[in-house]
């Protein structure tokens, strides 16, 4: 018997995948996104900056959401972004760090995000900023293939498409930036990438918090549609997804 191809990476009769992505450990993701979670029956990733020496009592809180089921994922410690987000040539910036600078900064965020969740079999990574390079101009390079040595994904930056299984760069995932979104918006996002049979990764900062904020309702909104339509559209960590993308390739 020959063995048959399997259709879709997703589980039973599911299109496509969402999953929903939190940066930066905000205190709301704590109060408000995790409880919204769990009413809906959802399970996240959440990237996380552990940064200076405080950063195991700081993120105590975040061992009970790993063992809740949700991804704690690597977003390094330092959190470096380009020049552009300041007014000045000082301090560390994407375009005045070395790759070696860079790949220990990996190495660290995830050896800490591990001991937050031991139990976690495989991390994904998220670009602070969304940037995936270092240097400028002649000198700039890429940090994907460090992503790729130390993590199973990397959630990068925009791009019109939604991940598709087979062609997608797992090391550099596109992204729905969430914030300010209206309800409706993300519905249709999701919707129009799993009829394609694509993955909607959606990226969120604070629920009515800070300056990259959504609206609870909003945000409401699209955990109510998913665990509705959880036939349909398979919702899971980022790392899950790519697991599980990982193993079906290998299979084709
Ligand atoms: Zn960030």
Redesign the pocket.
């Known amino acids: 018997m020959t063995k048959s191809k399997v259709r879709s990476p997703y589980p039973g009769d599911c299109q496509g995948a969402v999953s929903l992505t939190f940066?930066?450990g905000l205190p709301s993701q704590l109060d408000r996104a995790v409880p919204l979670l769990e009413q809906y029956g959802l399970s996240a990733t959440f990237y996380l900056?552990p940064r200076g020496n405080d950063w195991e009592r700081r993120l105590a809180p975040w061992r009970e959401v790993a063992r809740a089921g949700h991804e704690l994922g690597n977003?390094t410690t330092k959190?470096i972004c380009s020049r552009a987000f300041a007014d000045s040539l000082d301090g560390k910036s994407l375009e005045n760090c070395t790759l070696e600078e860079m790949e220990a900064d990996i190495v660290l965020g995830k050896e800490r995000i591990q001991q937050l969740a031991p139990d976690q079999a495989e991390m994904s990574f998220a670009y602070?900023?969304y940037s995936t390079y270092i240097g400028e101009d002649a000198s700039r390079q890429s940090y994907v293939p460090l992503v790729a040595k130390h993590h199973i994904a990397g959630r990068a930056g925009f791009l019109e498409a939604a991940n598709h299984p087979l062609t997608a760069n797992l090391a550099c995932l596109s992204t729905w930036n969430g914030e300010r979104s209206w309800g409706p918006t993300l519905v249709g996002l999701a919707e129009r990438a799993a009829t394609r049979g694509r993955w909607s990764i959606f990226t969120f900062h604070g629920i009515d918090e800070g300056h990259l904020a959504i609206n609870d309702v909003d945000f409401e909104e699209l955990c109510r549609h998913l665990q509705l339509h959880s036939d349909r559209i398979w919702v899971a960590p980022v790392s899950q997804v790519a697991r599980r993308i990982l193993d079906w390739r290998s299979e084709q």
Request: charged share 30%.
């Open positions: 940066d930066d900056a977003h959190h602070p900023c």
